[in-house]
């Protein structure tokens, strides 16, 4: 019996127009739009070797690790350049920012570097952090010498050589990987799969929804008949499942192939995730069929309500709002499966260790059995005054 709804429930399912469009083309269509939208808005935004100026006075010259460390940043040589550095005069200076030639510049005053900025944005924030790590690094670097000086008895003259080597070795090292860092498209993309994982909740529900004597003639004879309910339950559920899994394949194919989505170095825990949150989506069409007592059509609406709804929070129109929700009310993405998938995508790309994305899973699989717990006490309780 077990076989025999399974086939049945995958046939019916396939042969609903309205739910493959929706599981199967739906989230490819929308997959085509993002990478329309976004491709543009990700090579705008890598980094761009920008104008600055130096003040080049008395001053500037006794700073050899700053002077060093913005010779190599300015190489046009070299992979690391960042700047276009002009040496100039303070008044030269002022004239280029106000002409916006530069986006800022840097002058010594009191042996400390002061950045000065027409208008505060990406490139002079940038500015500012580099001058910021060259000082940072000076400090604790004459610090050792410091230490290294007074803790070492042999010949000082040596060790002070040997120290300014070292500072003039250190410098700060940026290079642009705005083109490898996780951008719009993947978080967007992330959130499309998280999101077509859910919207296999309405297969789970339409395949339950044709095992309840209230919904549909096959649900009364179901009731009446002497096979197993929870059989046949069981089955649609992994017939639904079954088919989620092709749309989902397909999905996952169109971005991997055609889109050319990275999804990192570790397919197989991506492939994992992708199964798991599909179970999620089920599972969560599986409680709304048996818990809810409405028409299927509104229990559709709900469950495709609930995974937008999910989907946003998850950061599919704007990554910022994820982060808010992470930073002030973290329980909520943590029961949020859509949050979760994502999460878990982000962990894989970004993380050496596997630990968030465990905790992921380990989240996901909770939400499956709270669901599925739900649904089947509510299945069991099910009665009716008549057929």
């Known amino acids: 019996m077990f076989i025999h709804n399974l086939k049945y429930t995958i046939q019916t399912l396939f042969k609903n127009k309205i739910l493959i469009f929706w599981t199967f083309a739906f989230p490819i269509i929308l997959g085509i739009f993002f990478n329309m939208a976004f491709s543009n808005i990700e090579k705008d935004e890598q980094l761009k070797v920008f104008d600055i100026a130096v003040v080049n006075d008395s001053h500037f010259e006794k700073h050899i690790i700053y002077k060093e460390t913005l010779k190599e940043l300015s190489d046009k040589d070299s992979k690391n350049q960042l700047f276009n550095i002009k040496y100039v005069t303070k008044k030269k200076a002022d004239s280029l920012?106000?002409?916006?030639?530069?986006?800022?510049?840097?002058?010594?005053?009191?042996?400390?570097?002061?950045?000065?900025?027409?208008?505060?944005?990406?490139?002079?924030?940038?500015?500012?952090?580099?001058?910021?790590?060259?000082?940072?690094?000076?400090?604790?670097?004459?610090?050792?010498?410091k230490k290294n000086i007074e803790t070492q008895s042999f010949d000082g003259e040596k060790i002070a050589k040997e120290n300014l080597l070292k500072i003039n070795d250190t410098h700060v090292k940026l290079m642009d990987k705005s083109s490898a860092n996780l951008g719009y498209m993947q978080i967007e993309f992330y959130t499309l799969i998280a999101m077509a994982c859910l919207y296999g909740g309405t297969l789970g529900l339409t395949a339950i929804n044709t095992c309840l004597a209230n919904m549909s003639s096959k649900g009364k004879r179901i009731s009446v008949s002497p096979n197993r309910k929870s059989i046949i339950v069981l089955s649609s559920a992994v017939g639904s499942y079954i088919v989620s899994l092709v749309g989902i394949a397909i999905l996952m194919t169109f971005l991997k192939f055609v889109i050319k989505v990275d999804f990192g170095g570790n397919l197989p825990l991506v492939l994992l995730l992708t199964l798991i949150g599909d179970l999620a989506g089920i599972s969560l069409g599986v409680l709304i069929a048996?818990?809810?007592?409405?028409?299927?059509?509104?229990?559709?609406?709900?469950?495709?309500?609930?995974?937008?709804?999910?989907?946003?929070?998850?950061?599919?129109?704007?990554?910022?709002?994820?982060?808010?929700?992470?930073?002030?009310?973290?329980?909520?993405?943590?029961?949020?499966?859509?949050?979760?998938?994502?999460?878990?995508?982000?962990?894989?790309?970004?993380?050496?260790?596997?630990?968030?994305?465990?905790?992921?899973?380990?989240?996901?699989?909770?939400?499956?059995?709270v669901c599925l717990i739900i649904s089947f006490v509510s299945l069991r309780r099910e009665k009716y005054d008549s057929l």
């Open 97 to 145: 920012l106000d002409d916006s030639e530069i986006e800022g510049y840097i002058q010594f005053k009191n042996n400390e570097p002061n950045v000065v900025v027409k208008e505060n944005g990406t490139y002079e924030t940038l500015l500012k952090f580099v001058v910021t790590e060259v000082k940072q690094n000076k400090s604790v670097i004459e610090e050792l010498c």
């Open 290 to 369: 048996s818990v809810l007592k409405v028409s299927e059509n509104a229990k559709v609406g709900i469950t495709i309500a609930v995974t937008m709804f999910f989907s946003v929070l998850s950061g599919m129109m704007g990554v910022a709002l994820k982060y808010e929700i992470d930073k002030n009310a973290p329980i909520v993405n943590l029961v949020n499966p859509n949050n979760l998938i994502t999460d878990g995508f982000y962990s894989l790309y970004y993380y050496d260790t596997l630990n968030r994305y465990f905790r992921d899973v380990f989240y996901l699989l909770i939400f499956i059995a």
